[in-house]
């Protein structure tokens, strides 16, 4: 475990210089929790630690920072790499509190599958996601027949640093994401949908984190994608940090401007699992979230979608033109992955806000700056 201020600085140079591309706006390396010496849960992530971990799966990303009131974006999450519309993918769908405004939600729990990609972005720009989801769609090569497509689109509110109102986002900014999707270390914090979002009051943002099961368990990978902007008294891998930093719900000045919010909380798995299993893998990202020290306030939206990549249960344009047959994990062993989907999320959560930098905006004429979680006075807690 990483203790001392002057170890934490050298590991982090060397870490960086090796592995990781991703450097905050500020040209300040910020940590994952791992890089912090602390390993959320008892199961080992998998070799990027991400979404990506799971084959096929694929992340693009478009982050809008344009003057002083302009901090938000896309992020868009490919199931794989084929025609999304002719081979679509299981899915399940669970809401721990409804206040959200999440576009393709009914067809997914009426018919328990995705055909797009999965686009976040911010609450008044789901209309744009839709569209740039269509145009994508409908310009494919084979899909001059398509005359209807279920986009799926969430969000999160980012009007505490973003001019919501202005509606910046575009259809050409969500096709853009699609189309530089691609598999790899995913970018973490103020970056994507996460540009202008805030968690705990602190800055929040784009996290993920993957778990991979032992072979004796099916050697099955869960990953997660969050997008994080909820409140709630911050707790990161059981230590509390919320309350000695002196921020959390219930105390006046973010119980006025920060304690509501939501969450998009997005699971790939490789296990091949029936829509129905899919979303009870979705129930399970909840633990993880709960962990943290989530509110779940009246005012959040907190969303978990599960998608399965795995050949077997996917639904090519052969099986849904008559019976087949399709591999189905047992309930008898979805345990272990409940296990993985809620350390993955927990984990995501933590690295969403640990990779995000202070942001300073100016909405309605006042600035406005969210601090970043202070990574040496976190690290201290978390040492002790």
Not at 29 to 42: A, F, H, Q, S
Not at 76 to 89: E, Y
Not at 112 to 125: M, Y
Not at 173 to 180: F, G, K
Request: aromatic share 4%; net charge negative; no cysteine.
């Amino acid at each position: 475990m990483i203790r001392s201020p002057l170890m934490w600085s050298a590991f982090v140079v060397a870490t960086v210089l090796a592995t990781s591309p991703v450097v905050a706006q500020t040209g300040e390396v910020r940590p994952t929790i791992r890089d912090l010496g602390r390993t959320p849960g008892v199961l080992s992530p998998g070799p990027l630690n991400a979404i990506t971990d799971v084959a096929g799966v694929r992340v693009g990303q478009v982050t809008l920072r344009r003057g002083d009131s302009i901090r938000t974006g896309v992020t868009a999450i490919l199931p794989h790499g084929g025609d999304l519309f002719r081979d679509k993918v299981p899915a399940g769908l669970s809401v721990a509190n409804g206040f959200g405004k999440l576009a393709g939600a009914t067809q997914v729990k009426e018919l328990g599958e995705i055909e797009t990609p999965i686009v976040l972005t911010n609450t008044l720009s789901v209309a744009r996601g839709i569209e740039g989801i269509l145009d994508w769609t409908l310009k494919q090569p084979g899909h001059e027949d398509i005359r209807s497509v279920n986009a799926v689109v969430g969000e999160t509110n980012d009007g505490g640093l973003n001019d919501i109102r202005a509606r910046v986002v575009t259809a050409a900014d969500v096709v853009r994401a699609i189309e530089t999707a691609s598999g790899g270390p995913v970018e973490q914090g103020a970056v994507g949908a996460g540009t202008g979002t805030i968690a705990f009051g602190f800055k929040g943002g784009i996290g993920t984190s993957s778990r991979q099961l032992p072979s004796a368990l099916g050697g099955f990978t869960v990953g997660v994608l969050v997008q994080s902007n909820f409140g709630g008294v911050l707790s990161m891998d059981g230590t509390p940090v919320g309350v000695p930093l002196g921020r959390y719900f219930l105390r006046q000045e973010v119980e006025a401007e920060r304690a509501d919010g939501s969450i998009m909380i997005v699971v790939a798995t490789d296990a091949p699992l029936s829509d129905r299993n899919l979303e009870r893998l979705a129930d399970r990202a909840f633990a993880g979230l709960a962990r943290t020290g989530a509110a779940f306030s009246n005012g959040s939206g907190d969303y978990a979608i599960a998608f399965s990549t795995a050949e077997g249960v996917r639904r090519t344009l052969e099986r849904r033109g008559g019976q087949a047959t399709v591999v189905d994990w047992p309930n008898d062993r979805m345990s272990p992955l409940f296990v993985a989907v809620a350390e993955a999320t927990e984990e995501a959560i933590l690295n969403s806000l640990l990779k995000a930098e202070t942001t300073t905006s100016v909405i309605d004429g006042k600035p406005v700056t969210v601090e970043a979680l202070d990574v040496e006075t976190v690290s201290g807690l978390l040492s002790r």
